[in-house]
């Protein structure tokens, strides 16, 4: 008994060193992916392999892409169309349906 003890505490200290338990949620990953993207380019091609839904110009002359990922999550990029840049991001969804595990 005591040596299985032994045994999988080992396991779980190197489940850890290999990174297979993520102390990241599955929500904050999404955010902590899609908030990377914002200061680089945009990637066009992404309305083509993406579940892309529409493009809207704002009022500030931006353009915003939203794209549909599952049922209920949404999430879109503002994109400053004289550059290319992504100048912002943001969501509609729940934290289970705008999830990406880690």
């Not at 060193?17 to 599955?26: A, D, H, K, N, T």
């Not at 899609?34 to 809207?56: C, L, P, Q, S």
């Not at 110009?57 to 990029?77: A, D, I, P, S, V």
Request: with cysteine; glycine share 8%.
């Amino acid at each position: 008994m005591r040596q299985m003890r032994y045994f999988i505490i080992i396991g779980m200290l190197f489940g850890d060193l290999l990174g297979c338990r993520s102390s990241v949620s599955p929500h904050q990953n999404f955010k902590d992916f899609m908030n990377n993207r914002i200061g680089r380019k945009f990637d066009y091609e992404e309305t083509r392999r993406n579940h892309f839904v529409k493009e809207v110009e704002l009022q500030n002359g931006n353009k915003e892409y939203w794209f549909k990922m599952r049922k209920t999550c949404r999430y879109m990029f503002e994109v400053n169309p004289e550059s290319g840049i992504v100048v912002g991001m943001r969501y509609e969804g729940t934290e289970e349906t705008c999830a990406i595990v880690p």
